[in-house]
């Protein structure tokens, strides 16, 4: 059983018991959580919430700024929807760009699949619109956003959690180059009781771009303890780098996420926000909605650098929804 089958198994498991359910593994990953006269399935990251609609809505990246942007007081990022038969107007757009763009396919992905950063030259704006087009044929360049990366998760309008997710980074031994620290994190990550991570720190594109930035290379050999930053799309970072900052969310950034979520009408959703600072209103900081998740990963919620074991696990919570939800 691979890694992430066996991480999630356990968080039912555990979750079911401590909301006082009985839960039942019946195949294909699908268990079954009981309690009293109620049920529900899980299936690894999915519950039973939210439509297929709501998901295929918030999963396309263009809309949801184009829905964003009827939001008062909002400014989303300058982008622009395009197909490789347009690569000439994604160039345009990026010679009229003061910074670097970011390439992603439009929809219908996540864990930062083809997304592409430090775009700032045609060669790169091509070699990055090949990669995304693979996942989708529809493209997104836009300006890349100075800031962390966050992850907000709302259950029916509440935030439940937060978290800021750092760029992945491997730290010098002395002896093994990017590449091999890269490959030793991996099967660490995968291999050990605990996950640190459910994905694999892989080289790409986007890790080519990062390295090249700090004028780098994958067969660079970091310094003993010298830490370096491989990729600015934070998707595979591990528990080291996830850090819980839910008190400290700006309540304007709050009642801004719950806006969009009412207005795509999702009841779980991860909402990725990037800003300098989440203490701050995002108009403050010149940050913004990078997509709004549903089915969203629940796992960001648990491999954490200071897990907090006085907190209600966001599972419980979702649990505890469902069944109220079943019971009115
Ligand atoms: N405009 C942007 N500016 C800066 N970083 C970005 C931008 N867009 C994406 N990223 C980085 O790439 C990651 C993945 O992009 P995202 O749009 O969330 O795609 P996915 O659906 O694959 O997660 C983000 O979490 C963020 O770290
Ligand atoms: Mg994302």
Redesign the pocket.
């Known amino acids: 059983m691979g890694s992430s089958k066996r991480f999630y198994r356990d968080l039912w498991r555990e979750s079911a018991s401590r909301i006082g359910a009985k839960i039942e593994e019946i195949g294909s990953d699908f268990q079954c959580i009981t309690r009293n006269d109620l049920h529900t399935f899980v299936q690894m990251d999915k519950v039973m919430l939210d439509s297929n609609l709501t998901l295929r809505l918030a999963g396309n990246k263009p809309l949801t700024h184009q829905l964003l942007e009827t939001i008062e007081g909002y400014r989303a990022p300058r982008y622009l929807e395009f197909r490789f038969s347009q690569l000439d107007d994604a160039l345009k757009f990026l010679s009229d760009s003061t910074q670097a763009c970011v390439v992603k396919p439009a929809s219908g992905t996540?864990?930062?699949s083809g997304v592409t950063t430090g775009i700032d030259s045609k060669q790169k704006l091509i070699n990055a619109t090949i990669l995304a087009r693979k996942f989708c044929s529809n493209i997104v360049i836009e300006e890349e956003v100075k800031g962390h990366s966050y992850?907000l998760l709302f259950l029916n309008s509440d935030l439940i959690h937060a978290v800021r997710r750092d760029p992945p980074e491997v730290r010098g031994d002395g002896r093994s180059s990017i590449k091999q620290l890269m490959e030793i994190e991996t099967s660490n990550r995968l291999t050990g009781n605990t996950p640190r991570a459910l994905s694999p720190l892989l080289i790409d594109m986007e890790c080519k771009n990062t390295l090249n930035a700090q004028n780098l290379s994958p067969n660079y050999v970091p310094k003993k303890d010298e830490s370096i930053k491989v990729k600015q799309v934070v998707?595979q970072n591990c528990s080291r780098e996830s850090h819980s900052v839910t008190d400290q969310v700006h309540p304007e950034t709050i009642t801004l996420a719950q806006n969009i979520i009412r207005i795509m009408g999702c009841e779980l959703a991860g909402i990725?926000i990037i800003t300098t600072d989440i203490g701050q209103p995002l108009h403050a900081t010149g940050g913004i909605i990078?997509?709004v998740?549903t089915t969203p990963g629940l796992h960001h919620h648990y491999l954490l650098a200071d897990k907090s074991p006085h907190e209600q696990g966001v599972c419980e919570t979702i649990l505890e929804y469902i069944f109220k939800k079943k019971r009115s």
């Open positions: 996540g864990g930062g992850r998707n990725d990078g997509e998740n």
